[in-house]
């Protein structure tokens, strides 16, 4: 019992007595006491395995805690359009896994009117949303590097390039024009500039949907370069040769109102790339 006050930088007798009160309130003895020497019961052998765990659990939790008050843990939630779903956001997600491994990031998938609803309702952090929108002032933006268009065809067997024509002789899917009306517009404006009329067959909002109808051969998408990363059965990816459709820009947003720490971590941490 000596020995054990000191390890603990105390007196022996307030550590005795702390350990009669603990079997008091037990109600059960923890050593046996005798011939001056002390042996753990069954129950304070019992009772010591416990004990243990409970303080490496309380050492975790004081460590988790002291973490999250310096932005190193906690959850952060994270809207995203389908097009950050090829190269920006995972390359993002592998940093933050490996630079902020106790930061438990929520993801979900949003158009980007959602995203600044979502943003000014408090329901998400941090989102990657198609520009341009107007901020007010009231958001951080981030400009990611624009993307080329690429265009999506039913599978044909034939390889090379496509002109615009032949993409809107398909027939276009595309995504809503409330879902992103400046970028609806260009597109749309980049037919009518080239002398080309085309119909709208279907809308859809997300990027594996406009692939699954280009598959079932219902019409031709333009979508991001990089959905080239992933490979669709029945479906091409093919260069537009003869015109330049607009860019597919990218921003990551979040609110400019004083952010957790944790947010603020993971911010800086995805806009350093």
Avoid at 45 to 58: G, K
Wanted: aromatic share 6%.
């Amino acid at each position: 019992m000596g020995r054990a006050a000191q390890r603990l930088g105390m007196a022996q007798p307030p550590l005795s007595q702390s350990i009669a009160r603990l079997e008091k309130e037990l109600g059960v003895r923890l050593f046996d006491r005798a011939n001056r020497r002390l042996a753990l019961t069954r129950a304070g052998a019992a009772f010591l395995d416990e004990a243990r765990t409970s303080v490496l659990h309380a050492d975790a939790a004081f460590a988790l805690a002291r973490a999250a008050e310096h932005g190193a843990a906690g959850e952060v939630r994270i809207g995203f359009v389908s097009a950050a779903l090829y190269e920006h956001l995972p390359r993002r997600l592998a940093r933050l896994r490996q630079m902020l491994p106790g930061v438990q990031p929520k993801l979900l998938e949003l158009s980007t009117n959602e995203q600044l609803e979502a943003l000014a309702e408090g329901t998400i952090d941090i989102g990657f949303a198609h520009p341009p929108f107007g901020t007010g002032g009231r958001l951080d933006v981030s400009e990611l590097p624009a993307e080329a268009s690429v265009a999506v065809l039913p599978d044909d067997g034939a390889t090379g390039g496509v002109s615009l024509a032949q993409v809107a002789a398909f027939g276009l899917i595309l995504f809503p024009a409330t879902q992103g009306p400046v970028l609806h517009a260009r597109i749309m404006d980049s037919f009518t500039s080239a002398g080309i009329t085309v119909r709208i067959v279907q809308e859809a909002t997300r990027a594996l949907t406009m692939l699954s109808l280009v598959s079932a051969g219902l019409g031709a998408a333009l979508l991001p370069k990089s959905i080239q990363r992933l490979t669709f059965e029945g479906v091409r990816y093919a260069e537009i040769m003869d015109v330049t459709l607009p860019t597919l820009s990218l921003a990551m947003i979040a609110r400019r109102t004083p952010q957790p720490p944790v947010v603020r971590r993971v911010w800086q941490l995805f806009f350093e790339g």
